[in-house]
């Protein structure tokens, strides 16, 4: 599976959009973008994912360059209970390696 | 939406013995699952891939003589640490792949800590 790489942390504010880019440059064809998030001493949480499209949920949208090297997650209105690591995973759909991730720090 | 229940929450043991924890698909059948851990302030590393009816398979440099996974059925994985020692203290998390028409996800379970003594 490809390998991503994202900003070790971020700050936002709340209320405004959190964007987290992640960049996998060395994807494959078949390989989807899945984001997850954890907070603290909890199990991680399914956000988005995505193969070449844009895609939105309730959540999040995710936003996926053309040429598919690189993405973005984008949380429209951050709330406090936004605050987690953000992981950002490449993978051709059977186990989900996870990487350092983002920590995202949403201040009032 | 799918969900994964992980059992018990919380364990505390003492060195020398062995600690089950139980993985569960609630509302739906799980063909494949997969167990991690994670020590403080790091990320998930993938131990094992736990398919039903069959061994399952570890990543590299995991032992499987000291983390026993069994699959027996298509809602139940269990993960078993032998003769646990206090450097197996950490936090285990089990997930499931979605049922078809959500299989590309998985979905995780709240996880088990995991103190020895």
């Known amino acids: 599976d490809a390998k991503t790489t994202q900003p070790p942390s971020m700050d936002c504010a709340e209320g405004r959009a959190a964007n987290l880019p992640c960049n996998h440059s060395?994807?494959?064809?078949?390989?989807?973008v899945y984001w997850y998030r954890q907070i603290h001493s909890q199990g991680p949480q399914y956000i988005i994912h995505?193969?070449?499209n844009n895609e939105t949920n309730e959540m999040a949208s995710l936003i996926i360059t053309e040429d598919r090297k690189s993405s973005t997650l984008i949380l429209p209105h951050a709330t406090l209970r936004d605050t987690a690591v953000y992981y950002c995973?490449?993978?051709?759909?059977?186990?989900?390696?996870f990487g350092a991730g983002t920590i995202l720090r949403v201040k009032s | 939406g799918a969900v994964v229940s992980q059992h018990p929450s919380r364990v505390i043991c003492k060195s020398g013995t062995s600690v089950k924890i139980e993985c569960r698909s609630l509302?739906?059948?799980?063909?494949?699952m997969f167990w991690y851990r994670q020590f403080p302030k790091q990320s998930l590393m993938l131990m094992a891939t736990?398919?039903?009816?069959?061994?399952?398979?570890?990543e590299q440099g995991v032992e499987k003589d000291k983390f026993l996974i069994n699959h027996a059925s298509l809602t139940l994985s269990t993960l078993t640490v032998t003769s646990a020692h206090p450097e197996d203290s950490s936090f285990y998390i089990c997930?499931?792949?979605?049922?078809?028409?959500?299989?590309?996800?998985?979905?995780f379970g709240s996880g088990t800590q995991l103190s020895v003594l």
């Open positions: 997930s499931a792949r979605g049922a078809p028409g959500n299989e590309e996800k998985l979905f």
């Open positions: 060395t994807i494959s064809g078949n390989e989807y």
């Open positions: 995505g193969l070449k």
């Open positions: 995973i490449v993978s051709g759909g059977n186990k989900l390696v």
């Open positions: 509302d739906f059948q799980a063909t494949t």
């Open positions: 736990s398919n039903e009816g069959s061994k399952a398979t570890y």
